[in-house]
T-cell receptor
Framework: GDSVTQMEGPVTLSEEAFLTINCTYT??????LFWYVQYPGEGLQLLLK?????DKGSNKGFEATYRKETTSFHLEKGSVQVSDSAVYFC??????????FGTGTKLQVIP | DADVTQTPRNRITKTGKRIMLECSQT?????MYWYRQDPGLGLRLIYY???????NKGEISDGYSVSRQAQAKFSLSLESAIPNQTALYFC???????????FGEGSRLTVL
């Protein structure tokens, strides 16, 4: 079945540091890939997505590239801010099937 | 007002009690979902519904039931709550098969 593996947290960074959160997946066919973010006390919201190989999703300074050859969708940001502190979930959807989530990676950014 | 509203936001109950978590949405979406979030396990799908007459089990449906009362309303019930159902529950909607999920703010349930 489909699965998503993402790096365990928590990840603690200083403000303005470079962020990478690794995500790899296993799926049949050609899934769509997503990053969702959960701020403290809130529900998840879509951060970015990519629907086919080599697509790059981007939003709020975050980027992720759909790499079919390595089955990866790593999340990056060049300069994190305290306001980026949240839990980040990698996810995939195969065709019309349900969305499968990774276990989440907590990011803490300190001033 | 939030597009996806869950009630209650917090609930403490005792083992064996019946609990209902309610979800309503103003987004006009046909597809609705119930997820459970546990630390270290991410989100797991409990039930989903693609329209009012369609109900489907997710990966962890045992001990839960749902009702789709209208396009805008999707309720999750625990007929006899047990402590390992203590978790954060999320309702979500989507508008077409490839669309993003829109989440409510969550309902934190504690079963003593």
């Amino acid at each position: 079945g489909d699965s998503v593996t993402q790096m365990e947290g928590p990840v603690t960074l200083s403000e303005e540091a470079f962020l990478t959160i690794n995500c790899t997946y296993t799926a049949t066919g050609y899934p769509s890939l997503f990053w969702y973010v959960q701020y403290p006390g809130e529900g998840l919201q879509l951060l970015l997505k990519a629907t086919k190989a080599d697509d790059k999703g981007s939003n709020k300074g975050f980027e992720a590239t759909y790499r079919k050859e390595t089955t990866s969708f790593h999340l990056e940001k060049g300069s994190v801010q305290v306001s980026d502190s949240a839990v980040y979930f990698c996810a995939l959807r195969s065709g019309y099937q349900k969305v499968t989530f990774g276990t989440g990676t907590k990011l803490q950014v300190i001033p | 007002d939030a597009d996806v509203t869950q009630t209650p936001r917090n609930r403490i109950t005792k083992t064996g009690k019946r609990i209902m978590l309610e979800c309503s949405q103003t987004k006009g979406h046909d597809r609705m979902y119930w997820y459970r979030q546990d630390p270290g396990l991410g989100l797991r799908l409990i039930y989903y519904s693609f329209d009012v007459k369609d109900i489907n089990k997710g990966e962890i449906s045992d001990g839960y039931s749902v009702s789709r009362q209208a396009q805008a309303k999707f309720s999750l019930s625990l007929e006899s709550a047990i402590p390992n159902q203590t978790a954060l529950y999320f309702c979500a909607t989507s508008d077409f098969p490839q669309g993003e999920l829109f989440f409510g703010e969550g309902s934190r349930l504690t079963v003593l």
